[in-house]
């Protein structure tokens, strides 16, 4: 069985989105190396008793990771079924991600909310996913 005829036929634009958080995910880290350059916070520190700055460089990315499998997974079940809707969604949440963080990295925590439409990306996976479900169970 070929992987190209059991995929829908937009999948590519979800695995243009998955390469986009790929680079979202990448680009936060390398802030965080920087940071650590920076205010000298040496590994294995978490976060540093003097320097906020960096524990909001260090938190917008940690908190991107917390919430990427989950995302990951959800994008995944709503591309089999809705590659398009999981595209769009996908790329608003990938979006959201460099707007909190920049937010964050102000200095600011409040300004993390910059970020805050990614919602809109996180919670229509989820909306969709459950769906996915329900459409599997044949209940709708």
């Known amino acids: 069985m070929d992987v190209l005829t059991v ?31 920076k205010f000298n916070v040496k590994y294995p520190t978490m976060y540093s008793d003097k320097e906020p700055v960096f524990n909001c460089i260090q938190r917008a990315h940690q908190n991107t990771l ?5 995302w990951l997974v959800f994008q995944t079940i709503v591309a089999l079924v809705y590659p398009l809707s999981a595209s769009v969604l996908g790329a608003i949440w990938v979006t959201s991600r460099f ?15 910059h970020g805050a439409y990614g919602y809109i990306g996180y919670l229509g996976v ?7 479900a329900l459409q599997l169970l044949g209940i709708y």
């Open 7 to 37: 995929l829908p036929p937009n999948f590519g634009y979800v695995i243009f989105v998955y390469l986009y958080s790929w680079i979202m995910l990448t680009y936060l880290g390398i802030k965080v190396g920087a940071a650590r350059k």
């Open 66 to 70: 917390e919430v990427y499998p989950q």
């Open 99 to 113: 707007s909190y963080a920049w937010g964050y990295y102000t200095g600011d925590p409040a300004k993390r909310m």
């Open 126 to 132: 989820i909306i969709l996913s459950i769906s996915v």
